[in-house]
């Protein structure tokens, strides 16, 4: 069953924790601190939103970590901008950096709001050193005893049934609240873009306009999808490097490459596996920066040299990655409904093989879950820009192009070099951005000229690795 077949039949579905009890009254405060960042000292607000960690009952609290950045020149009646990020596990504040330098002109005249998502960052973070550090990355993931320790060190501190994406959706609704603004703005990318989903469900008159870069419906949360969806990219990516005169000549066998390699780390035994091997293969599709890399460091792989694995190891893993809230979330979401045994066996008719499906059912298996039910989308009727990659390794173009089908008031743009996320695209600060910006003033999905889409461009292909030292 294809993607496109799975929405239909799923009706394009929203996931919401089961509710035990009716919650007490609650008003949520925003609690403003010294921020602790330098850069965002006289620049932004800094502080806090406590919200219930249980929300059925009201039960617990969390202290959601919150940074303004306060319009410099203030439009009347603009929407705040809610900043929304992937994994899940991926703290939003860390994308502060950004909006001070070339992202200034999104907090030109409306407000910026960054606030780590439950279980993320400065918001209580589920993180698991053990399993994301860098000596794991050549490792097979999810080791058994590492996941149940994190299990145990998390569950002292935190109900890890209560961290899910109707919880944080709702979390949003609270820092609005606190914040004091009638309607948003929805900047969101990968999984960030399945919480806006849900979030508008739950709010559909709080949204003004929303862009959804990456865009994954609930039901394809991961990693169901993780092998097929590279499995197509991959297949595009080398066709681009066949059809580039430089690239064809230097690899002209990409698919034999990626046996051979297979083939030698399974005759070397031990780590890293073929499996890992084919993991990071399917990672470095992301970004379109990394994604050029591939047919080389592959060719080399063919030859025996996974030097370039080992170093990208020392530098692996987002520093600020919640692997305890990635956990918590799909495996309610994704692994405990999914069916498994459809999603293991078309996985292991590609080349990466049903490794993480497998590793991360059995991660599952040790770590507390919620109970979930299915919902509606609900009724908004925002404005809403979707924007894909072409190449995108896991969140595929015709996720979005069916999200556009099926709920009104949506336009898909396709960047024809672009992957997951942006990262390495030429004319970022000349057309992307003042894309997004325009529409999110504006609201209006048929004033958009996209025509300098068609014109974004990725690096050359990679044809001779730089020198690295160690």
Not at 139 to 163: F, I
Not at 300 to 316: L, P, T, V
């Amino acid at each position: 069953m294809g993607p496109r077949a799975i929405l239909v039949l799923l009706g394009l579905v929203g996931l919401i924790a089961t509710p035990r009890a009716v919650a007490a009254p609650f008003s949520p405060r925003f609690e403003e601190a010294v921020c602790a960042a330098p850069e965002l000292v006289g620049v932004a607000r800094c502080g806090t939103v406590a919200v219930p960690e249980r929300w059925d009952t009201g039960a617990g609290r969390v202290a959601l970590k919150v940074v303004i950045l306060p319009a410099r020149k203030p439009r009347p009646g603009a929407p705040a901008l809610f900043d929304l990020e992937g994994g899940p596990g991926l703290p939003s504040t860390k994308n502060a950096g950004f909006y001070l330098t070339e992202g200034a002109r999104y907090w030109e005249s409306r407000d910026v709001i960054l606030f780590d998502q439950r279980g993320t960052g400065g918001s209580g973070g589920l993180q698991c050193p053990a399993l994301q550090a860098a000596e794991a990355a050549l490792r097979p993931m999810y080791p058994s005893k590492e996941v149940e320790a994190c299990r145990e060190a998390l569950s002292a501190r935190a109900d890890l049934t209560r961290y899910t994406t109707d919880a944080a959706a709702r979390d949003i609704e609270a820092v609005r609240a606190a914040l004091g603004h009638e309607t948003i703005d929805i900047n969101a990318l990968s999984y960030g873009t399945t919480l806006a989903l849900r979030y508008m469900a739950r709010e559909p008159s709080r949204v003004h306009a929303a862009v959804l870069t990456g865009p994954a419906p609930p039901q394809a949360m991961p990693p169901r999808h993780h092998a097929t969806a590279a499995a197509t990219a991959l297949k595009l990516l080398i066709g681009d490097c066949r059809a580039d005169r430089a690239c064809a000549a230097a690899f002209p066998d990409i698919a034999g490459d990626l046996r051979r390699g297979r083939a030698r780390l399974a005759q070397a035994g031990g780590d890293p596996t073929p499996e890992v091997f084919m993991e990071k293969v399917r990672s470095l599709m992301y970004a379109p920066s990394s994604a050029r890399q591939l047919p080389d460091l592959v060719h080399r792989a063919a030859g025996g040299d996974f030097s370039w694995m080992r170093h990208s190891a020392a530098a692996a893993g987002a520093p600020g990655f919640a692997e305890g809230l990635y956990l918590s979330v799909t495996c309610a979401e994704s692994l405990a409904l999914m069916p498994y045994e459809a999603a293991a066996a078309a996985a292991r008719a590609t080349p990466f093989g049903d490794y993480r499906l497998r590793r991360q059912r059995e991660a599952c298996r040790a770590w507390p879950t919620a109970r979930v039910r299915l919902g509606g989308l609900g009724p908004s009727r925002a404005p809403v820009l979707l924007i894909s990659g072409r190449l995108d390794p896991v969140t595929p173009a015709d996720w979005a192009a069916d999200l556009a089908r099926s709920r009104p008031n949506t336009r898909q743009l396709t960047i024809h070099e672009g992957g997951h996320v942006v990262d390495g695209l030429s004319a970022l600060d000349t057309c992307f951005d003042p894309l997004v910006v325009k529409f999110l003033e504006t609201g209006d999905l048929e004033a958009i000229d996209a025509r300098c889409i068609a014109d974004m461009r990725a690096p050359a292909f990679q044809l001779v690795a730089p020198a690295k030292g160690g």
